[in-house]
């Protein structure tokens, strides 16, 4: 496999090679694609997290009454665009 660098992305490979903290560009790489993945599934519960919340918000609304009767696909359709503007 071959992979490109830009000239900046090179020279951080190399500096972390010649810090002494790897061996080879191979290691360098390799160990930023696991803390990419790491970085991946964080990011993932993150949103997770924020996705129960806001739906613990509207489950507790619900619960209060304070819910909004959708009785067609136009009224979803105006919701959404409420929603978005």
């Not at 490109?4 to 010649?18: C, F, G, N, Q, Y």
């Not at 806001?54 to 009224?75: H, M, P, T, Y």
């Amino acid at each position: 496999m071959h992979v490109s660098l830009t000239p900046e992305l090179e020279s951080r490979v190399k500096a972390k090679v010649e810090s002494g903290l790897y061996n080879n560009a191979s290691e360098v790489i390799r160990d930023a694609l696991r803390f990419m993945d790491t970085h991946e599934d964080w990011i993932h519960e993150v949103k997770l997290a924020r996705l129960r919340e806001q739906l613990k918000v509207g489950i507790d609304q619900l619960d209060r009454c304070e819910g909004i009767a959708i009785d067609s696909k136009a009224a979803l359709d105006t919701l959404f665009d409420d929603i978005k503007n």
